[in-house]
């Protein structure tokens, strides 16, 4: 059996604070979590260790992440809750296209950078050990950083590449964690016979879905549920 869970990055920055943008900031298009997307990924790695919990020998699990620092944050708790190491997948990232988000090429961490970020500033917003938080600076991305401007159809092309290049690449682990986008999440649905979201999924939702080895057939389990945040942040917000 093979399962697959996919998340949405937690809260960001520039969408609660619409001024974030004109301040001083380093990456004006890689904007972090808000200490609201940090609790939502604590959250979702907690809701993650529940659902896996049942199963009495642990399987083998990979996590991927955007390079993106929201989705790189959001995974750092998921990362510590099951000892494994975030592999920064460039195939995951945003989608760059052309509006008031992406007006160049982002300037993204390096993975170094990015496992030095979030042993300093995320590990203590989720209440994990810096120890917890690894980046696998081996893993050798399966996709290239798309390149600005990228239209719609090629992102949406580009996730679902890299899910199936992932599935083939790997096929010894038996749980692997996409951490992504809300278009990643949309694109993904997609590959297991879904109508595409009516609305973008929130921050932090999780689909899960479930391969079993007689029949070969992807089986759904949830589809953007974000219930588990219930008791961390007014979901209306």
Known sequence: MIELWVVRHGERVDHK????????CERQ??????????????????????ETAVVEKQPRTLLLASPFVR??????????????????????SEGLRANHEFTGQPVLLTSHEAEAYLRAEIAPLCGISASGVVVDHSYQSVSQFPTFPE????????YKETVRKILDKYPGYQRIIFVTH??????????FDHSPFKEKPGYCSVSH?????AD????????????????VINLGE
């Open 17 to 24: 604070c619409k001024q974030w943008r004109a301040g001083p």
């Open 29 to 50: 298009f890689d904007p972090p979590l808000t200490p609201a997307g940090a609790r939502m990924a604590s959250a979702t790695a907690a809701r993650l260790a529940r």
């Open 71 to 92: 989705a790189l944050a959001t995974s750092a708790p998921i990362a510590a809750c099951f000892g494994v190491p975030i592999s920064i997948e460039n195939g995951l």
């Open 151 to 158: 239209p719609r159809v090629a992102y949406f092309a580009r």
């Open 182 to 191: 809300g278009y990643g999440m949309d694109s993904i649905s997609e590959m």
């Open 209 to 213: 879905f479930v391969r079993h080895a």
């Open 216 to 231: 070969g057939a992807w089986e759904t389990n949830s589809f953007g549920c974000n219930a588990h945040l219930a008791q």
